[in-house]
């Protein structure tokens, strides 16, 4: 019986943890249509994604959902201090949570 109940339990531990990447990876996917997109979703009338566009000059896609480089780090470092006329998000725009969650939606292993 006991073996029983380790197997359901870690079944268990199995199922809620793909339960909360799900939830994380569908707040990833808010907080990237609310405070990202509107610079940086694929298409011309975006200035973020035609900048990138301009310095990777199609070495690398532009529009940061089809990124495959854009690791954790990066975009924690990139969204809390800026880059080049990007400015920086404080903790009461983007929360350090809704951060985990869009760092880990842009993730190269996420997609």
């Not at 939830?23 to 609310?34: L, T």
């Not at 990138?52 to 000059?57: F, G, R």
């Not at 896609?61 to 404080?90: K, N, Y």
């Not at 929360?95 to 997609?111: F, G, V, W």
Request: glycine share 8%; net charge positive.
């Amino acid at each position: 019986m006991i073996g029983k109940s380790v197997l359901f339990a870690g079944l268990l531990t199995a199922w809620c943890g793909g339960v909360q990447a799900q939830q994380s990876a569908a707040r990833g996917n808010e907080v990237f249509a609310n405070w990202c997109a509107p610079c940086h979703a694929p298409g011309a009338r975006h200035p973020g994604t035609q900048a990138l566009d301009a310095l990777y000059k199609g070495a690398k896609p532009a529009a940061l959902e089809q990124r495959t480089d854009l690791f954790p780090e990066l975009t924690r470092a990139f969204v809390r201090t800026g880059v080049s006329v990007m400015p920086p998000f404080r903790k009461t725009e983007i929360s350090d949570a809704d951060l985990e969650a869009l760092a880990a939606y842009l993730a190269p292993k996420t997609r």
